[in-house]
């Protein structure tokens, strides 16, 4: 079965801080994607970004940037210079194939950020 | 805005009832998943429908079902409500058959309450 772990529950930073949330994963699909969504206060989730299991390439969008290491199975998300509208809880998800070529994501707990003005 | 609307927002009834969530999804969006977030199981996939017809199938109750029509939208049914199915239920839908590169993009949510 899969598995995704982010292990930080709740994170507070002062404003302009970095902040690094962790997310480790367990898959035996070879080929899998990598997602992160945002669910801000007011509930809706937000799809961030996606990344598969064959691209190992950092990516950096405006003041979000992912690491993805599959040696260590971990797709780490920095945000720079955090500001206010950032709190929020956000989720790492997996792609797991369902079989006739479908896919559910499976999703971690969730981490908590505040960011506190 | 996702592009996928969910109704109602809020419900809120008792015990033993049924109630009817429904979703319609993003234009040209032929895949539709539904998920359930919990307080104590987290975010959890529930079903996924294609084009009409049940693609695959997570952990959804016996008492929960759901179709999708000709017009593409869905609907998820809960039935004989217990106190435990007080959550926030979300539709995605994605284009296409639901490939493994393909985001799925959530609805703002129904929030059940049983009361």
């Known amino acids: 079965a899969q598995k995704v772990t982010q292990a930080q529950t709740e994170i507070s930073v002062v404003e302009k801080e970095d902040v690094t949330l962790d997310c480790v994963y367990e898959?035996?699909?070879?080929?899998?994607?990598l997602f992160w969504y945002k669910q801000p206060p007011s509930g809706e989730l937000v799809f961030l970004i996606r990344?598969?299991?064959?691209?190992?390439q950092n990516e950096i969008s405006g003041r979000y940037s992912w690491n993805f290491q599959k040696s260590t199975s971990s797709f780490n998300f920095t945000i720079t210079a955090s500001q206010v509208v950032d709190s929020a809880v956000y989720f790492c998800?997996?792609?797991?194939?369902?079989?006739?070529?479908?896919?559910?994501?499976?999703f971690g707990k969730g981490t908590k950020l505040s960011v506190i003005p | 805005d996702s592009g996928v609307t969910q109704t109602p927002k809020h419900l809120i009834t008792a015990t033993g009832q049924r109630v009817t969530l429904r979703c319609s999804p993003r234009?040209?969006?032929?895949?539709v998943y539904w998920y359930q977030q919990s307080l104590d199981q987290g975010l959890q996939f529930l079903i996924q429908?294609?084009?009409?017809?049940?693609?695959a199938k997570g952990n959804i109750l016996e008492r929960f079902s759901a179709q999708q029509f000709p017009d593409l939208h869905s609907e998820l049914n809960l039935s004989s409500l217990e106190l435990g199915d007080s959550a926030l239920y979300f539709c995605?839908?994605?284009?296409?058959?639901?490939?493994?590169?393909?985001?799925?993009?959530f609805g703002d949510g129904t929030r059940l309450s049983i009361l």
């Open positions: 995605a839908s994605s284009v296409g058959v639901g490939g493994v590169d393909q985001p799925q993009h």
């Open positions: 898959t035996r699909d070879t080929t899998y994607y």
């Open positions: 990344r598969n299991s064959f691209d190992e």
């Open positions: 998800a997996l792609s797991e194939t369902s079989g006739a070529g479908s896919y559910q994501l499976t």
């Open positions: 234009s040209g969006d032929l895949s």
């Open positions: 429908y294609y084009n009409g017809e049940e693609r």
